[in-house]
């Protein structure tokens, strides 16, 4: 493979990666703190994705629709972890799943009774759509690149957050003993609601921001669900860290074999995952 | 000690098993219907097959749906393709090879367990998705198709002609009551008691020396092996195989069939199946976007409902399980 070529798809990969970094943060986070095994959060992607579909061409700016877009995320995690999971902390997993598969059929049946079945597009915003030359024939998007940038920020924000902040604070006892912090006079309902809520704004601005460079289908929360799976379950479940290098760790990898292994391609990801149980059954970061 | 766990499962039995021998009578020559409830009668073994393993040997898993396209694929990739085979044969084939293939699946998914085991079956059953998917040998997501049923001579007697919808309904029929007794009478032998005792307490059924892995192993075959014999038959009714039957779509249903009829109860699938399914037509009939009454269905019965169908009968019959 050539040099620059190689580059390309190298960046492709990191991007890729970080992209499911933060889908797989906001799955790891719920799970860490509140013990909720979420399946609906790929359907956050996905709402993401149409929603800066809808208010873009609506009100004609894609920053715009990026900000409503997250504030409907927002609103529809509150809402969700209000009225439904609240009823669920007590209960066993099995539950879980049912209740978010629930949620699932509900958010696809609504997104192809607003949207239709058909591929959609969002236009990469103008201020962005340039290409940087690497050599005379490869070149590479200014969108993705600052799509890894952004990536990269949010992951910053959320190590700082953390490990700096009363509320980070809050979080990591929480991952630690639930009870305890009950105890400690802990409004623990408060910090669910925003955990939740910040969790599923994670996967909607991760489906918000990819929707330039993805096309929109009926699925593909799904899709993203499964990898994001794949994601946490190497990185090690609860673990922000761990979400991080599995992320960057299938990125790279999944982009490399669809270039070198393109019959193999969609079975990648998941035989690196099998070779990683074998050996450590927990995932790399034990959380 | 009887067989049945409470007296609402031995009424449900015999009325079930009384009224569905008569069906193919009543509807007469009605052959909608009929297939119609034979591909209910398959879903209840596959159903059931899930609920041995979730309801009863305590794992969940979100990728049976994997076992049950394998069933059918199997099938349509070993048999030759302009030749009849042997129906019993080929079962026999179908489960073996599909045992295997569970015996390898189990040994990875079962070193883990509880949250950790939903999500690599889910990602295991979309990876053999996918691979079909992207198959072209195997037909990609248009599957495969099977021109010729099987023939069911056994020593040289022959009473079955799959061509036939009521002779497939009462083969369905039958192994659906055979899939029912090895459940039963395999969770009433020493076997069943293990595994019950290391679903109450893993920990405790450890210290009285059980090596729960190869325990949850048979199982986790066992079950993989009924289920594969569920898509076998399916693929029979229908002559094709293809993706769709191991999306993860399938699995979830399943699950919801089983926790709807009442998970750990094994006759609960039956129900679970026969009132999600007429729901399912039901309201499919009705709107296209059945996806969000289903959702919404799901959701209030798992805040209202909390022991399934067969736990309602169970209360209105009176006779506690034991």
Known sequence: ?287 | MSVFSSKAEKVFIFAFFFIALGIPLFFNENTFYVNKISTMLILSIFVMSLDYLVGRTGLITLGHAMFYGLGGYLFAIMIPEYEVVNFWLYTFYVMAASGVIALIVGFIVLRTSGIYMIMITLALAQMTFYFFADSTEYGGLDGLFIYLKPETSIFGLNFLDLDNENHFYYLCLLSLFNCYVFCKVSLHSRFGRVIDAIKENPERATALGYNIFHFRLVSYVLSSSLAAYAGYLFSLQYGFVNPTMMSWEVSASALVMAILGGLGTIFGAILGVFVYESLHYGIEHMTQYWMFWMGSLIILMVLLLKSGIAGLIEQLVGGKRK
């Open chain 1, 1 to 287: 493979m050539e040099m620059s070529l190689f580059l390309v798809q190298l960046l492709n990969g990191i991007q890729y990666g970080l992209l499911l970094f933060l889908v797989a943060s906001g799955l790891t986070l719920v799970f860490g703190v509140m013990g909720i095994l979420n399946l609906a959060h790929g359907s956050m992607y996905m709402i993401g994705a149409y929603l800066v579909y809808y208010f873009a061409a609506m009100t004609d700016s894609f920053w715009l629709a990026v900000v409503i877009a997250c504030s409907i995320a927002m609103v529809i995690g509150v809402i969700i972890e209000r009225f439904l999971i609240v009823h669920l902390y007590k209960r066993d997993h099995l539950d879980q799943v049912l209740l978010t598969v629930g949620l699932i059929f509900i958010f696809n049946a609504a997104q192809s009774f607003i949207w239709g079945n058909d591929p959609l597009g969002v236009d990469v915003p103008e201020l962005l759509s340039s290409s940087i030359q690497i050599t005379d024939i490869v070149e590479y998007p200014v969108y993705r690149l600052f799509l890894s940038v952004l990536c990269v920020g949010i992951a910053i924000g959320m190590y700082y957050v953390i490990n700096n902040t009363k509320l980070g604070m809050m979080i990591r006892a929480g991952e630690s003993n639930r009870e305890m912090v009950e105890n400690l006079g802990v409004n623990i309902g408060t910090l669910f609601t925003v955990v939740f809520a910040v969790g599923v704004t994670l996967s909607a601005l991760a489906g918000i921001v990819s929707a330039p460079v993805v096309s929109l289908v009926p699925g593909m929360g799904e899709r993203v669900l499964i990898s994001c799976f794949v994601v946490v379950v190497i990185g090690g479940m609860g673990s922000i860290k761990g979400a991080f290098v599995a992320a960057l760790l299938v990125g790279i990898v999944d982009t490399f074999a669809s270039v070198l292994l393109p019959g193999m391609s969609s079975m990648t990801i998941y035989l690196l995952m099998a070779l990683i149980l074998i050996f450590k059954p927990q995932g790399l970061f034990k959380s």
